[in-house]
């Protein structure tokens, strides 16, 4: 199995950046797909973007693409979610998650691994 943790949440204003990044340890990284969902107060848990074992396959929320960018890097075991021109309607904690079935999947319920979440708060 995979232990994952999310760092690089935060504050920012309307129209920033911010780099999430999701540590895996365990087993090796590179055979789990990899996804990024968020869940905002009072709503539920809400696909973001997911990517197969290389990184060359990708799918997005329609409300992230061309803001939002997934990758990984299996030889440091860490996975990342690029988040720019971010909104007030981003703020959400936001969690990493891993699959061991190789083909993309954009429900929480396709996913048997969690990390604990980061927060990210955009304000307007």
């Known amino acids: 199995q995979v232990q994952l943790v999310e760092s690089g949440g935060g504050l920012v204003q309307a129209g920033g950046s911010l780099r999430l990044s999701c540590a895996a340890s365990?087993?090796?990284?590179?055979?789990?797909?990899m996804g990024w969902f968020r869940q905002a107060p009072g709503k539920e848990r809400e696909f973001v973007a997911t990517?197969?074992?290389?990184?060359?396959?990708?799918d997005y929320a329609d409300s992230v693409k061309g803001r939002f960018t997934i990758s990984r890097d299996n030889a440091k075991n860490t996975g990342y979610l690029e988040m720019n021109s971010l909104k007030p309607e981003d703020t959400a904690n936001y969690y990493c998650?891993?699959?061991?079935?190789?083909?993309?999947?954009?429900?929480?319920?396709?996913?048997?691994?969690w990390g604990q979440g980061t927060q990210v708060t955009v304000s307007s």
């Open positions: 990517c197969n074992w290389s990184g060359g396959s990708t």
């Open positions: 365990g087993r090796p990284f590179g055979t789990y797909v």
């Open positions: 998650a891993a699959r061991e079935i190789g083909t993309l999947s954009v429900v929480p319920a396709g996913y048997r691994y």
